[in-house]
């Protein structure tokens, strides 16, 4: 019979996270439970089906946390206003969804009893936690006291202990943060972001969880992660690198991947979500467009002006007002580095017909 620690065990084997002691249990059970057999078997097959699609992961995370500059003086001055060359092109694009064997969703009611914590015994814990706030146009690192090291997005809240106590390390973030994590296979660490709960069992992610935006995302680089939803604590989610994950509130269509496994197409009373791969800028650039902020890029890629208008409140400090609804359904691509709102709002014009007044740091788009 698959068990909970037997998922455990063959995530860990399939990330290369498993140790000596658990390798031996994990071999244990392979060779004594045919349901066991099985789900390694498929699993496994999918894990290394295409892997070279993923060879250069470690080289991707090298090169983006190198990349990684959060002033260290003058967190609120703006960029300079000097302009380097963008790419701007409308187009429409098919999400693909990728064959989500990678989502461990085993609706079996011995997992229900599965949580991250206990909730009654965490408030008081909660209530003493540190608490780091970026406001906008502001990035901030912070070196956690077991090694780990997370860089903070613009208006962005992470609640921390001073020291990691207990099984677990367990963070609580509202806004948008990169995690280069460091290795503890005896206490797992813990994102609490939202309606989700992300146990990592790999080193370097990014989770996007603004209350204010339509859409959460948790990004994986590198390793593995497993995540789990306050409301479907019985579906397991695991992620293998260059795979993102997407909770939405609106309802996906259902998507049948193969004949083993679909995305998820919930009730109205439950998260919808969904598996896909990283957003690469061009496909021929290895620009993933979901951690280029740590790089100091604002990039977006066939996205709505309203997700856009979002993502440049928090990079430019100001507040977007849309007076003419219909331009809330542009959709544009492009890339800022230096450039100023007012560039910014420039270039979109090329692409688009619009008109704005921009005034008292608040934007009104026409």
Known sequence: MVTERFIELLTKKLSDEIDAQELEEFNFLIANDEDCRQQNTFFKAYWIK???QYSNTDMMFQRIRSKIEVPQSDETAQASAEIKPAFFKRHRITVLWPAVAALFVIGLSLFAGYYFINSNSKKNEIADLQQKKTPS???????????????????????????????????????????????????????????????????????????????????????????????????????????????????????????????????????????????????????????????NRLIFKDEDFTEIANKMERWYGVKIKFKNPAVRDYHFTGVFERESITQALGALQLVESFSYKYKNETVYIY
């Open 137 to 295: 146009r502001v990035k901030s690192k912070i070196y956690l006291s077991d090694g780990s090291i997370v860089t903070l997005n613009s208006e962005t809240t992470l609640k921390y202990p001073p020291s990691f106590k207990g099984a677990t390390r367990e963070v609580y973030l509202n806004g948008e943060a990169f995690f280069d994590v460091a290795k503890d296979h005896l206490h797992p660490f813990i994102v609490h972001a939202g309606n989700m709960s992300i146990r990592v069992l790999g080193t370097a992610f990014n989770v996007k969880s603004y209350k204010n935006d339509i859409a959460s995302e948790t990004t994986l680089i590198r390793g593995a992660i497993e995540v789990t939803l306050a409301d479907r604590p019985s579906d397991r989610i695991i992620l293998k690198p260059n795979e993102k994950l997407i909770l939405k509130s609106s309802t996906f269509k259902r998507h049948t991947i193969n004949r083993h496994l679909v995305a998820q197409t919930p009730d109205s009373a439950k998260t919808s979500y969904a598996l896909t791969n990283l957003t690469y800028l061009r496909s021929n650039d290895t620009t993933i467009v979901e951690t280029s902020w740590v790089n």
């Open 50 to 52: 295409n892997e070279e």
